[in-house]
C-alpha cells in the first residue's frame, strides 16, 4: 500500500479517474460510481491548491474526514450517552511533512487566511498539568486579543493536544514534525454538522501519519473530544467518534466513556434528509456561551444528585447512571430524585449547597458568562436522562425493524429542544416548565394500575428542556412533519440554528425539500439548501494499492 506521492502524481492520478482510486472511494462512499465521479473534482481542487501555496514537487498524502448527521442522542455524549449518526462530507488535508516543528496552513476557500505555528512555541516549557484549566486560559487570552473565531484554532487544537499527550517532565517526547497543509471542505460551517470537529479529526489524523505514531480509533475518538476544549467549547467526544468510525451506507451506535461502537445498515427505503436553515450557529461567537451554560446545567444537576442522594452517589459517575437500571430503582424513583433538584438554581444558591467542592463549582463557571435568570436544572437534568434512554432504545427498534418507532423518538427527542409551538394559528415561544405536581403525577402514573398511564409516564417518553432549538428550526422541523411519509425530524448538532433532519421514506425526499422551500426557504428569500444523506466513510489517510 503507498500513500504518500509527489503532487503532481496525485494530479494525474484523479485527473484519469484510474480504478485504484476509484476502488478506493467506493470504500468511503458507496458503490455508486456517478456519485464516486461528481467527488473527484473536489480532490482535485486541494491538489492544484497545494502545488499552487507549496510546490508540484512536494511529496504528501491525503487526510481525510468528515461531519456527521446525529439522527438520535443529543446533547449527551459528554455525559456519557450513547450517539446514532450517519456521516456526511469530507475535508481533506494534503500534507507534506517538515522537517522541524512548524505547521503552514493554506486553505482552498480565501475567506480562510493564511495561517502558521510552531508547535513548541504554542505550548508551556513545563507539562500542563490541567488541560482543562489550560484550554480555558487560553481561549480568554485570544477573546481578550480578538482572535477567538480564528479557523486555525482546530487545526492547533488537534496538534498541540498530541503533543501534550507526548510531553513528560517538560520534555516533548518525541518533539513532533510539523507539516504544510492545504486544507478543503465541503461540511458546511455553522450548520449542527461537526465541520469544526471535522478539522480537529483530520489534523490528528496528519499528525500522527507525518510523525509515524499510532493511535487505536477509541484513542483518536476520545482525544479529539479534549483537543476540541482549546476552542473554548466543553462538548463530548461522540462526534469524533462518529467521524472516525462511521462507514457508508451506515448507522452507528456509538457509546461514551468507553467508546463503543455498533453499525446497522441504513434502513433501504428511507432516507436522512438535511435541510439548512441558513441561521449560523458557529461555536467561536456568543453561541458558544449558550452551549456552555446547557452543560453546566447537566454537571450542576449530577452533583447535587450525589450530595442529596448519598445512597446511590457512587453509582453516579456520569448523568447516564441516573437511570433504573444502573441504580436498581424503579423510574418512579428517578422522578422522585428529579424533584429534589431545584427548578431553578443561581450560582449564590449552589455555592452554598455546593460548599465542598469549590473547585468544581470554579471549573464549570469558567466556561460561560452568568445566567441572570439561573440555571433551568431540573428540566435540562430529565432531558439528558431521558435522552440517554430514547437512544439506548433505538437500538432495540432498529434490530427489530421499528423504523416508525425510531422516527417517533427522534421527534420527541426536538421536543426537549423546541424552543416554539403553533397556539391558535400563531407561533408563541414554549415554556416548559417542571414543577413537583408534574412530577408527583408521572411518579403516580409510572407506579399505577393503569397500562396505558404507566406507558406515557416512561422516562424515555418524557421531552424535558434542554431548550437549544430556535424559532427557524422549529418551523422547519413541523413543515418536515407534516409531509406523508416522514417519520421523524429534529435539530442537528448543538442547535441554536444550523440543519434539521428528517427521517423519510426513500421516495418522499423530494415532497420534504419542496414542503421547506415553500414554507420557510421561499418567504425569506433564503437559498434552497438541502441533501440526501447516504452516509459516507469515516477518516483516515488515503492509501492505494
Known amino acids: 500500500m503507498n500513500d504518500i506521492r509527489p503532487v503532481s502524481e496525485w494530479q494525474n492520478i484523479f485527473d484519469g479517474e484510474a480504478s485504484a482510486v476509484i476502488d478506493r472511494l467506493h470504500e468511503i462512499y458507496g458503490n455508486d460510481r456517478d456519485a464516486i465521479r461528481a467527488r473527484l473534482p473536489f480532490w482535485r ?85 490541567d488541560w482543562d484549566s489550560w484550554t480555558m486560559d487560553r481561549y480568554q487570552e485570544r477573546v481578550d486579543a480578538g482572535t477567538s473565531a480564528d479557523w486555525s484554532n482546530y487545526v492547533r487544537a488537534g496538534v498541540l493536544y498530541l503533543q501534550h499527550l507526548r510531553t513528560r517532565n517538560g520534555d516533548f517526547d518525541p518533539p513532533l514534525r510539523g507539516m504544510n497543509v492545504a486544507v478543503a471542505g465541503n461540511v458546511r460551517p455553522a450548520s449542527g454538522l461537526s ?22 480509533p477509541s484513542e483518536l475518538a476520545a482525544a479529539g473530544q479534549y483537543a476540541e476544549w482549546y476552542v473554548g467549547t466543553r462538548g463530548g467526544g461522540g462526534d469524533h467518534a462518529a467521524i472516525k468510525f462511521c462507514r457508508a451506507g451506515h448507522l452507528a451506535h456509538i457509546g461514551s466513556f468507553p467508546v463503543t461502537v455498533e453499525l446497522s445498515p441504513f434502513p433501504a427505503d428511507y432516507v436522512a434528509v438535511l435541510l439548512n436553515s441558513s441561521i449560523g450557529a458557529t461555536k467561536t461567537a456568543g453561541a458558544r456561551n449558550v452551549f456552555n451554560q446547557r452543560v453546566a446545567g447537566y454537571e450542576l444537576g449530577l452533583l447535587l444528585l450525589r450530595k442529596r442522594f448519598p445512597e446511590y452517589a457512587d453509582r453516579m ?34 455555592s452554598r449547597e455546593l460548599a465542598d ?76 416548565p417542571l414543577p413537583d405536581a408534574e412530577l408527583d403525577r408521572l411518579i403516580a402514573d409510572v407506579r399505577g394500575p393503569d397500562p396505558a398511564r404507566r406507558e406515557a409516564a416512561r422516562l424515555y417518553r418524557q421531552p424535558g428542556g434542554y431548550d437549544a432549538s430556535c424559532e427557524e428550526l422549529d418551523i422547519m422541523v413541523d413543515l418536515a412533519l407534516g409531509v406523508d411519509g416522514v417519520l421523524g425530524a429534529a435539530l442537528v448538532g448543538a442547535g441554536l440554528g444550523g440543519c434539521i433532519v428528517a427521517l423519510t421514506e426513500r421516495n418522499r425526499a423530494d415532497d420534504v425539500i419542496a414542503a421547506v422551500e415553500a414554507g420557510y426557504w421561499r418567504p425569506r428569500g433564503l437559498p434552497a439548501i438541502a441533501e440526501v444523506c447516504p452516509g459516507v466513510g469515516g477518516s483516515g489517510i488515503l492509501t492505494l494499492d
Open 195 to 216: 465541520s469544526s470537529s471535522s478539522l480537529v479529526v483530520a489534523a490528528m489524523e496528519a499528525c500522527l501519519r507525518v510523525n509515524g505514531l499510532e493511535m487505536s
Open 317 to 350: 459517575e456520569h448523568l447516564r447512571d441516573v437511570t433504573p437500571e444502573a441504580l436498581g430503582v424503579d423510574e418512579g424513583e428517578i422522578y422522585r430524585m428529579l424533584k429534589a433538584l431545584p427548578e431553578v438554581a443561581h450560582r449564590e444558591d449552589l
Open 45 to 129: 481542487r486541494v491538489l492544484d491548491c497545494f502545488a499552487h501555496e507549496f510546490s508540484p514537487d512536494a511529496s504528501v498524502f491525503i487526510a481525510r474526514a468528515c461531519g456527521r448527521v446525529n439522527l438520535l442522542g443529543m446533547h449527551i455524549d459528554h455525559r456519557g450517552g450513547a450517539v446514532n449518526p450517519i456521516a456526511v462530507g469530507d475535508t481533506l488535508f494534503v500534507v507534506e511533512p517538515r522537517d522541524d516543528d512548524r505547521v503552514e496552513i493554506r486553505n482552498v476557500d480565501d475567506v480562510y487566511p493564511a495561517r502558521s505555528f510552531s508547535i513548541g512555541e504554542e505550548l508551556p516549557a513545563k507539562k500542563i498539568c
Open 357 to 432: 467542592v469549590p473547585d468544581e463549582l470554579e471549573r464549570i463557571y469558567r466556561s460561560h458568562e452568568p445566567l441572570p435568570e439561573g440555571y433551568r436544572i431540573r428540566q435540562v437534568c430529565l432531558y439528558g436522562i431521558a435522552e440517554c434512554l430514547r437512544s439506548e432504545r433505538s437500538v432495540e427498534l432498529l434490530r427489530e425493524g421499528d423504523i416508525a418507532g425510531f422516527g417517533k423518538l427522534i421527534t420527541l427527542s426536538h421536543e426537549g429542544d423546541r424552543m416554539t409551538h403553533v397556539v391558535d394559528g400563531r407561533r408563541v415561544p414554549l415554556d416548559k
